[in-house]
């Protein structure tokens, strides 16, 4: 996420967090160099503008004249900056009306509307505790109906039936009553996009927005397309009384560019971000925390919520007592532990959110092939209840069996049942003598020389 703005933005300041004295001299070429970082990653020219201001006024200011360290006080100002430009603190949605309190999703075609609507959906369900229907009022697109209906099944939600032959403003009608017969809390509904803004589709989601009065109505808006997306957003804020932005597809977007640009050229904030294609993949926006990841700072707090979220406490506390006893680590146990860093987001996004290892992430990415953890997941699940337990019965002919069943090879069966007793002599270590050992034995995981070295037991390409 944002890797090259980061990648630049902390190249920028590197030059500066060292200095004893921070003079207009000495900060006008990093500022320079910040200017050419956000103005390549795709922000808005007059937030740049307004940006660089800010933090040389706030640098050359009484608050780092007195400062025992002003390169690291610099440092400070351009997070908190960072911060502002993204609109400060979380903005959370307004639910406090009476039920079904109505989230209309707006956008272009192909931003991620109906996908976003079964993700906001399943946030709702599964962190507040609400009950949810969705709908589509898209009677352009048959497929986009049909898709809402397929993801509302999956997500566990309500769905609400609507066909091409009738108007937007009559299913809204429809499905806000049919919501409100079942008690559902919240009703979200799905509106048509086109590839461009006209005057047709800003009356028709207009009206709808008339006569449904939403408590919510937010615009969704790829990432991807950088500073348009504050440009089409504005646009639609002119013609709705838009309350915040879904930003999708930021997991693929290595600029930022939209995320700096759409709070201070919309005056809305955002609200959530979307961050992968799976229906978990939607995360509430917080400034401060995306501030501190682009100056590779790491995110530890959205960390442990995903954590806290994400991870099957019962395998965790199962394993965690396997442990204490000494008991062995079998494949099964190791499995458990590749579909947990899965719904965590894999190996890129955990190292993103630790501080200090923004470049690691992007290292791994060069360097590890991604798809070997789903390989490794295939070998496991070819392999019997009885080998899983007990992999030195992985001899010969069962590897051949095992390979041929998921499609690999030989030696990435190999790889795996390394990497497995490596896992196993570290969880011997834990029982023994605590973290400290099991730190000790990460580094068999690791190659020689780090993640860029050779050898090693990580599945490298």
Do not use: C, W
Request: aromatic share 4%; charged share 25%; glycine share 10%.
């Amino acid at each position: 996420m944002f890797q090259n703005l980061s990648e630049r933005l902390t190249q920028s300041l590197r030059s500066i967090t060292g200095k004893a004295r921070l003079t207009e001299e000495n900060i006008q070429g990093t500022l320079r160099e910040v200017r050419m970082a956000l103005l390549e990653a795709d922000v808005a020219l007059p937030v740049v503008k307004q940006f660089v201001d800010a933090v040389k006024q706030r640098a050359l200011g009484q608050e780092v004249m007195s400062s025992l360290s002003p390169g690291q006080a610099f440092l400070k100002i351009v997070q908190a900056e960072l911060e502002a430009v993204m609109g400060g603190e979380n903005a959370t949605l307004d639910l406090a009306s009476k039920p079904p309190a109505v989230i209309l999703l707006a956008g272009l075609q192909g931003a991620g509307k109906t996908t976003s609507a079964a993700k906001l959906a399943k946030l709702l369900k599964e962190r507040d505790r609400k009950s949810v229907t969705v709908v589509s009022a898209d009677v352009y697109r048959p497929a986009a109906i049909r898709q809402l209906e397929t993801l509302a099944g999956e997500v566990g939600v309500d769905f609400f039936p609507s066909d091409t032959t009738q108007k937007p403003v009559d299913i809204a009608r429809a499905a806000l009553a049919h919501a409100r017969i079942r008690f559902s809390d919240v009703l979200i509904i799905d509106t048509a996009g086109r590839l461009a803004v006209d005057e047709a589709m800003m009356a028709e989601i207009a009206e709808l927005e008339r006569e449904i009065k939403p408590v919510e109505t937010l615009f969704v808006v790829d990432a991807m397309t950088g500073q348009d997306a504050a440009n089409t957003a504005k646009a639609f804020g002119d013609a709705l009384p838009l309350t915040g932005v879904i930003l999708t597809k930021v997991d693929a977007d290595t600029r930022g560019g939209a995320a700096l640009s759409v709070r201070s050229v919309t005056g809305k904030p955002i609200k959530f971000l979307g961050v992968g294609e799976k229906t978990a993949a939607l995360d509430p926006f917080h400034p401060d925390r995306l501030a501190s990841r682009i100056l590779g700072m790491g995110d530890v707090l959205s960390l442990i919520e995903e954590a806290e979220q994400k991870v099957d406490r019962d395998k965790a506390e199962r394993l965690a007592r396997k442990v204490r006893k000494g008991k062995k680590f079998d494949l099964e146990d190791f499995r458990d532990q590749l579909q947990q860093m899965n719904n965590m987001g894999g190996v890129n996004s955990l190292l993103e959110k630790m501080p200090g290892m923004g470049n690691m992430a992007q290292l791994a990415e060069q360097k590890l092939d991604m798809k070997m953890f789903v390989r490794m997941e295939a070998m496991i699940n070819s392999m019997t209840p009885k080998e899983r337990r007990n992999p030195e019965l992985i001899q010969g002919g069962r590897k051949r069996r095992i390979t041929q069943g998921s499609g690999t090879q030989v030696q990435d069966l190999n790889r795996l049942l390394k990497q497995h007793k490596q896992m196993q002599k570290m969880m011997k270590k834990m029982k023994g003598g605590g973290l400290q050992k099991m730190m000790r034995g990460l580094g068999g995981m690791m190659p020689p020389g780090g993640a860029g070295g050779p050898g090693g037991g990580m599945p490298f390409r």
